[in-house]
């Protein structure tokens, strides 16, 4: 549990959250702290790695403005955002601005855009930025117009004297001018004078997508570009013993057939012809299998009988707080698939040993290094550019296409190439979110109270990243491959198979055990939540289970546990919103759930009420409506964000209900939509209604990826409560339900 | 009047009274007694449950629900040749369902066809086949339907044309074609064959939908299992007759009715999905029984048919491509373009497409129900792991769909040309859009029920 | 060579008659909209409207398509110019990453040609092939219901006249 006053942040950064925002408020708009001196002069977000400003924005002296984020646009509406921010603190109209993404030639090395992050590194390290750059350029025309600052004021792109005159940033800039480096603390706009943060800004990205604009990756078409596909391995580990490629390299259009080890692609002039002679190569190839996968029936046994390392990651002890009514119960999560509607896709291009690939990696950075590792390449000499892909929802195939494309590219120097992988292998190849395992036991006093909590779960890693180049596919199957990196726990706060392991909520006896399990049978990495999901998935669906014991009502009984004042709102309100009552009773075959979370106990707030219908004769659910409360902080587009938590709820509904990956003795056996169904339209609910509490000034918190665990424990609850019948095991597919019912 | 005119007009009117007595008597049934709706406590959650399996496996739930309407709440309108009949509301509400019926009520209508009313009820309705379950069985549906939750629902008007809008016709129908009893054991056959020809020719009503019917609507008593008609799909013939390139048995039956699909056959699509989608929750040990008995109705194949059989199978492994025939290019190049890149794969059912020399569609006589697919494709069932074919209506014409089948035909089938291809094309794209809209859907999908099947 | 009909363009293709429309539609005449999404008929990324009809371009070959007219959301409208659902899902903002959305535009676009006021029952089962994996479910159906009360008006408006026939 953490400290009820979120804002103390002495002790958030004394206890090593290093990814927390260094973010230092002034007077003028300290909610209810004091301003506390800053520990380390660092400025703040990631203008603490990449301090000189113009490394984040850019003014011409004819005035053009660009903006630079190291993120990447994955459809959640950064560009936009980013363009908000800056906007505002520059005090220019909003269209005069233009945001680059992640660039290793252009940007700031912001890592990934994951882990909702973007908002607080990125988003903080424009703002601040932008607010310096301001104060830089009115300094400057005090100088030139000798006057004192104070008689100065900024509007839509230029300082304006008190007398009248008048000079464009553009006029002012001169020079190096932007490049020093941001102060630690800057003089942010107030709140309350906001024109265009907190506005629902329309995405600047949305009328090229809707009028067949180039968009993504996919769209890209250079001259004399090649269509390339890969023939992958038929499972994990399988040998290449032979292939006789002398047929596919006569086919209609083919100019290049790739072999390298057990990786093996082809490059044709057309996409249709590289799709032909894809499946040609794919008859020709002998591949020997060597894969032993689990059972996929009973992964709490396999999960929980392999060799893992223990750790304690929460204790709390008060023997005063004495138990009287125990209850235990286990949740299990299944392989679950990032399940990206556009196959991974990337263009590479190699010009004088100068390797450039267009991706939409996540990570341009991290994804570079790995690549120039695994061409054996100087890292100045491969440059990674984000353009947009489909929503990638964490490590999907997207950085191994782009490793695909850039060794192909490297037998056609020149030449650029296009890979585009094929359904079946994004569903085959890419890294899965991991399966889970968690136990919880816990026990009632007399008064209805939790005296004691037990948590342990049992997960791998959940993220083979930054792995060097031994992270890729290409490079693991390269006639000299190099070795997948043994794989690291995320560490605490964030935490990857734990994250959100520690609930929120204040009890007086807590053991919370992380079994970190290194072998993966599957390949897996990060999924949107990482553990986030099953964590909260199996805290509140156990809290109602207690609450259930208790006889208490779920709102109450979460409200009663949690100190939280910001959280404590959240519920409310979205309890508010959703007209729930305590005793109330659903109509027939229809029951309420709830739930909530802080992601990582840092990011975001969301508080999700549901109603759910439960067809007694077949058991398929039908989530009626839902109700949503998010405290993001200071938002910046209230638009986006309620798009992200709608978004988050249908994303959820579908992993909890529907989705697991499924695999034999050898193969992965889900690889496409027949075999990995996912949500369609007639699942949508009546009606999603998201409540969003404002904070105006305080830091921006990361909402990406808060909305997923609420979800899928409300859903789980409102089950419950329609039937009677507790489900732990995900997903909770119409079968499951109907066998529960039936019993 | 004279007095031999007299008498004979004497005798006509009795004739006419008796035979309106007589005709009376035929037809009027009494009302039965409304019962306030027993609570659904009272029914013992035993019984409760065996009826659930029963109604099951007649498929109850299929006819007596609408897409978008709540189960067993009716609306579902039956196409006949003598108008649409909607089917009723069999949820215990007292207003629009059976809430108010007693259980000899229920037993009537499953036995005579006859509603609490005392209303003959039409025979679309398979009370012809009904009225051969047990008065046990009767107990045990009746407990179950009366445990289900009510919906309101009015039922909805039939649109039948005069005379047969009159409920009083539908006796003279009964009269000749409904064999009232239950169903008798063979005692020269086994317990499972007794079993299953007890649930087929009673509660699974197969000869329902799989057997021609006379002018008057009902089975063709000896053309029984020869293949009929349900909405605007051709239900083989599943006798001696069966069209399928390979013979059928009990085991390979068993499966495709237990699954939803075999591997030597296809995916049960169309009308049938729903029918297995009920059936691969009832114990195995009945849908044996119904694969055992209708084993024996197909009967054993003669050795040419075995033969044929043994060769799609072998031609199934290794699709080997010979020239088309010149009238049909066309079809050629649309199905090595549309059809062979998910049917010549080799991907195992249920998930890739089936082999089309095992295909029972293309072989029939009739062509209507490969038109059906070809237009429609196979939809997916939400939220279960489901094959899913594109339909081609929008992309092909009429002459192209034609095409396509006929080449089908002459390449998969070793039975004479079909004809009126394009006619039947035309019927089926307008027929198909009332059957997609209206049926409610299976709602278990064709899959490997241990979900370990190789790609 | 074969002349294809795209967005009231005649269009010389030399592809091999087999080609998917998806393909030609990318590659040769370079419209993006159309999206690859499984090429197995089974997302809807990839659909487009021929004749007045939805069609998953990505298994409808080319050789089926002589004498017909192919829709693609490029011809509908611009960003200056844009068709009544375009300015529909721009209004409602219904789009996340937006691979899905191209797609999901002219299935609706199908729909509201043959049927102008339909119910949201029908909008949800006439949008069933088509996938969406953010989430955006919610907004695609209010935008389409705001495109058919657009097209209700549109008939006075210049953007009314580039609406797709």
Redesign the interface.
């Known amino acids: 549990m953490t400290d009820p006053v979120i804002l103390d942040r002495r002790s958030v950064l004394a206890g090593g959250g290093a990814l927390i925002v260094s973010f230092s408020l002034t007077d003028a708009f300290a909610q209810d702290q004091a301003p506390a001196p800053a520990p380390a002069p660092s400025p703040p977000g990631s203008l603490k790695k990449t301090p000189m400003l113009d490394s984040w924005i850019r003014i011409d002296a004819d005035g053009s403005m660009t903006v630079f984020t190291g993120k990447a646009e994955l459809g959640q509406g950064f560009k936009t955002a980013f363009q908000q921010i800056a906007a505002e603190e520059l005090d220019v109209p909003f269209g005069s601005l233009t945001v680059v993404t992640a660039d290793t030639g252009r940007t700031a090395n912001e890592g990934y855009t994951a882990g909702s992050h973007s908002m607080q590194d990125s988003g903080t390290a424009i703002q601040n930025a932008a607010a310096q750059v301001r104060e830089l350029l009115v300094a400057e025309a005090a100088r030139r117009l000798d006057l004192p600052v104070e008689n100065l004021r900024t509007e839509n792109g230029a300082v304006i004297a008190s007398d009248g005159r008048r000079l464009s940033y553009g006029e002012l800039v001169a020079g190096d001018m932007l490049h020093v480096k941001a102060q630690a603390t800057s003089r942010l706009k107030d709140p309350a004078t906001f024109k265009v943060m907190g506005q629902p800004v329309p995405r600047v990205d949305i009328p090229g997508k809707v009028t067949g604009g180039a968009a993504y990756v996919q769209d890209m078409r250079l001259s004399g570009m090649v269509h390339a596909r890969i023939v992958r391995p038929p499972s994990y580990g399988a040998e290449l013993i032979d292939c006789d490629t002398s047929a596919v390299e006569k086919m209609p259009g083919v100019v290049k057939v790739v072999r390298d080890g057990n990786f093996l692609a082809v490059a044709a002039k057309g996409e249709f012809q590289a799709v032909k002679a894809m499946a040609a190569l794919a008859a020709a190839a002998k591949w020997k299998e060597t894969a032993h996968l689990p059972n996929q029936d009973d992964l709490l046994a396999v999960v929980t009988g392999l060799p893992s390392q223990d750790s304690t990651i929460f204790q709390r002890s008060n023997p005063a707080a004495v138990g009287q009514k125990t209850i235990e119960a286990t949740y299990t999560r299944p392989y679950q698939s990032h399940g990206s509607i556009g196959p991974s896709c990337a263009v590479a291009q190699s010009v004088d040993g100068a390797m450039t690939v267009w991706t939409h990696t996540q990570g341009v950075y991290p994804d570079r290094q790995a690549i120039a590792e695994m061409l054996r390449v100087p890292l100045p000499s491969v440059r990674l550019i984000h353009v947009e892909g489909s929503g990638c929802y964490g490590h999907n195939g997207a950085d191994d296409a782009a490793a695909d494309a850039a060794l192909i590219a490297r037998a056609m120097p020149g030449v650029p190439v296009r890979v585009q992988w094929m359904r079946e292998q994004e569903h085959s190849w890419e890294p899965f979110g991991p399966a889970m395992v968690t136990r919880l036991k816990a026990s009632l006093d007399s008064n209805g109270a939790i005296a004691d909590w037990n948590f342990e779960v049992w997960s791998n890693t959940h993220s083979m990243r930054p792995g060097g180049a031994g992270a890729l596919l290409a490079a693991q199957h390269m006639a000299q491959p190099f070795a997948p990196p043994p794989p690291k726990p995320l560490p605490l706060p964030e935490g990857g198979g734990d994250r959100n392991a520690i609930p929120l909520y204040t009890f007086p006896n807590a053991h919370i055990v992380h079994h970190f399990i290194p072998a993966m049978p599957l390949r897996i990495s990060a999924m949107r939540g990482l553990g986030a999901y099953h964590n909260v998935f199996s805290i509140e669906s156990f809290m109602d289970e207690l609450a259930t014991a208790a006889g208490a009502d779920p709102v109450e009984f979460r409200l009663k546990h949690l100190e939280d004042t910001r959280g404590r709102e959240v519920i409310a309100k979205a309890a508010e919103g959703f007209g729930w009552r305590k005793g109330q009773q659903a109509p027939q075959g229809r029951g309420y759930g709830f739930a909530f979370a802080r992601y990582k106990n840092l990011a975001a707030y969301c508080a999700i009420a549901t109603e759910i219908e439960v067809n007694s004769e077949t058991g398929r659910p039908r989530l009626v409506r839902a109700v949503a409360a998010v405290d993001s902080g200071q938002v910046v587009n209230p638009n986006g964000l309620t798009n992200q938590i709608e978004g988050a709820i249908m994303q959820s509904m579908s992993w909890t209900l529907y989705e697991a990956v499924t695999f034999d003795d050898t193969r992965i056996t889900s690889i496409d939509w027949q075999t990995y169904p996912i949500l369609r339209f007639n699942s949508a609910p009546d009606s999603i209604e998201v409540h969003i509490i404002n904070r105006p000034g305080l830091p921006f918190l990361g909402s990406g990826e808060t909305g997923q665990g609420p979800a899928a424990a409300s859903i789980a609850n409102a089950i419950a409560h329609a039937t009677g019948k507790r489900l732990r095991n995900l997903p909770l597919t119409r079968k499951r339900i109907k066998d529960a019912i039936d019993a | 009047m004279t007095g031999s005119s007299r008498i004979i007009a004497s005798v006509v009117v009795v004739i006419l009274i008796a035979g309106a007595v007589v005709g009376f008597a035929v037809a009027w049934r009494p009302a039965i007694a409304a019962i306030e709706p027993p609570a659904p406590q009272s029914f013992d959650p035993a019984l409760v449950?065996r009826g659930?399996d029963l109604a099951a496996i007649g498929n109850c739930?299929d006819c007596h629900t609408v897409r978008?309407g709540k189960?067993?709440a009716g609306g579902l309108p039956v196409p006949t040749p003598f108008g649409i009949i909607f089917s009723s509301n069999i949820t215990p509400d007292p207003e629009t369902g059976i809430g108010r019926w007693p259980e000899t009520a229920f037993r009537r209508a499953m036995r005579s066809g006859v509603d609490r009313d005392g209303r003959h009820l039409y025979p679309t309705f398979p009370y012809d086949h009904f009225t051969n379950v047990t008065d046990a069985d009767d107990q045990a549906l009746y407990a179950y339907l009366m445990t289900?939750?009510p919906v309101h629902a009015p039922a909805r008007a039939n649109r039948l044309s005069f005379p047969l809008d009159q409920r009083v016709v539908v006796a003279g129908w009964k009269l000749l074609f409904l064999h009232r009893g239950s169903y008798q054991p063979d005692s020269t056959k086994s317990a499972e064959w007794n079993r299953g020809a007890y649930l087929v020719e009673g509660l699974a009503h197969c000869g329902a939908c799989h057997t021609p019917r006379n002018a008057l609507g009902a089975e063709r008593a000896t053309a029984q299992f020869a293949g009929g008609d349900v909405d605007s799909w051709k239900a083989y013939a599943i006798n001696g007759q069966s069209p399928a390139p390979v013979p059928w048995d009990a085991e390979a039956l068993f499966s495709y009715l237990r699954q939803g699909w075999q591997p030597d056959h296809g995916v049960a699509r169309g009308p049938m999905a729903e029918v297995v989608s009920n059936l691969s929750?009832v114990s195995e040990s009945d849908v044996h029984a119904i694969a055992t008995y209708m084993a024996g109705v197909f009967g054993t194949p003669t050795p040419e048919r075995k033969r044929r059989g043994e060769e799609v199978l072998a031609q199934a492994q290794k699709p080997e491509l010979k020239s088309p025939a010149p009238a049909n290019q066309a079809g050629a190049?649309?199905y090595?373009?549309?059809c062979a890149?998910?049917h010549e794969t080799g991907r195992p059912l249920p998930?890739g497409g089936v082999n089309l020399g095992l295909s029972t569609a293309i072989s029939d006589p009739d062509p209507r129900n490969a038109a059906n697919i070809v237009l429609s494709?196979v939809?997916?069932v939400?939220?279960?792991?489901?094959?899913?074919?594109?339909g081609?209506?929008?992309?092909?014409d009429d002459s192209?769909v034609a095409a396509l089948l006929n080449y089908l035909r002459a390449r998969f089938s070793n039975q004479p040309a079909w004809t009126g291809v394009e006619k039947t094309v035309e019927d089926a794209r307008r027929t198909q859009t009332v059957f997609l809209?209206t049926s409610p859907g299976p709602?278990?999908s064709p899959a490997d029920p241990?979900?370990?099947?190789?790609? | 060579m074969m002349t294809l009909k795209v967005n009231g363009q005649d269009h010389q293709i030399d592809a091999d008659p087999d080609t998917p429309l998806l393909y030609v539609l990318r590659d040769d005449i370079k419209l993006n909209a159309a999206k690859f999404g499984c090429g197995l008929g089974q997302c809807g990324s990839c659909t487009v409207i021929i004749d007045g009809k939805a069609v998953l371009s990505c298994v409808t070959p080319l050789l089926l398509l002589e004498g017909k007219q192919v829709t693609t959301l490029e011809g509908l409208g611009t960003v200056e110019a844009p068709a009544p659902i375009q300015r529909a899902f721009m209004e409602e903002q219904a789009a996340q990453c937006g691979y899905c959305i191209a797609g999901m535009m002219m299935r609706a676009q199908a729909l509201l040609q043959r049927n102008s006021k339909p119910t949201d029952e029908q909008i949800r089962a006439e949008l069933e092939p088509n996938l969406c994996r953010c989430g955006t479910h919610m907004r695609i159906l209010r935008a389409v219901h705001r495109a058919a009360r657009l097209m209700d008006t549109a008939d006075a408006s210049p953007a009314g006249t580039r609406s797709a026939r």
Do not use: L, V, W
């Open positions: 449950k659930r739930n978008g189960s067993f289900r939750p929750s190049s649309i090595a373009a549309a890149t998910c998930y494709g939809r997916e939400e939220g279960e792991r489901s094959p899913i074919m594109p081609f209506a929008a992309s092909m192209q809209q709602h278990n241990t979900q370990r099947d190789k790609p």
